[in-house]
């Protein structure tokens, strides 16, 4: 198994300190901040590769540093914090990454469930859970399980998750749902089709972050961020610091959302 790295920050830890300063927060308007925020975490390997370290240290320090986020967001008052995990087109990756992936998921998820109870961390899962190895399984079910009650911010790691999957999956759940209950034609609006995603729950981010400085959606949410606030920076995930949300929930609340009009 590989070794797992010491752990610099802990959501137990973090919790009984403020990320931001007062005069931080007074820069927002509470009013106009994002319900729910989508992250595409990119850059670890690059941002190992730039620390002349093995890959694996950083997707350690991207898990790290997500420990971090979530404690920011909760603090701003985000309700729902969705981000890409593994997507479906990752486990063409090299079989040590994935297995390196693979412990740390199940580390993490072991290892960090009371500490998201005593937060207030909703923790649940996107994607096709069906197709992880089964230990993965168990830990997401137990995590799921014990933060179900919380209500603080809720965590949604898309993991075995792609966009295009999961319309597919919607589908087919639709052509179940037609066997027992026929649908008509004129039923198949898109709210009710969003009642078949993996999202259904939560709704449609308001504001899409991508780090790494990648322009591309890379299969993530395809239907949900339809009209979905971006921002993109060049800053490698382990280096997008609360500071760094701090300035894309600035810039989200700079620009006129239109949604069509």
Not at 123 to 132: A, K, Q, R, T, W
Not at 181 to 191: H, S
Not at 210 to 228: H, P, V
């Amino acid at each position: 198994m590989t070794a797992i790295p010491p752990v610099s920050v802990d959501l137990e830890t973090a919790k009984n300190n403020s990320v931001f300063t007062p005069d931080e927060i007074e820069l927002l308007d509470p009013n106009i901040l994002p319900r729910h925020i989508a992250i595409i975490m990119d850059g670890n390997r690059r941002w190992a590769r730039s620390e002349k370290l093995q890959m694996v240290a950083g997707h350690w320090e991207g898990a790290e540093l997500l420990t971090e986020i979530v404690h920011a967001s909760a603090e701003l008052g985000i309700e729902t914090l969705t981000v890409y995990g593994f997507s479906t087109e990752n486990w063409s990756r090299p079989g040590n990454e994935i297995k390196s992936l693979m412990e740390m998921f199940e580390f993490y998820l072991n290892h960090k469930r009371e500490a998201m109870v005593e937060e207030g961390i909703c923790f649940n899962v996107i994607g096709d859970e069906s197709g992880l190895p089964s230990k993965i399984q168990d830990a997401i079910q137990k995590t799921r399980k014990a933060t179900k009650g919380c209500s603080r911010i809720n965590l949604v790691l898309a993991i075995n998750y792609g966009g295009r999957d999961e319309i597919r999956r919607a589908v087919e759940k639709i052509l179940v749902r037609h066997e027992t209950c026929r649908i008509k034609p004129q039923e198949l609006t898109e709210d009710f089709i969003g009642t078949f995603l993996d999202t259904s729950r939560w709704g449609d981010p308001d504001l899409l972050i991508r780090t790494g400085g990648e322009m591309r959606i890379s299969n993530f949410l395809l239907w949900q961020i339809s009209y979905s606030e971006l921002y993109i920076t060049d800053k490698f995930w382990p280096d997008f610091t609360p500071r760094e949300l701090l300035e894309a929930l600035l810039e989200y609340q700079s620009r006129q959302r239109r949604v069509g009009r």
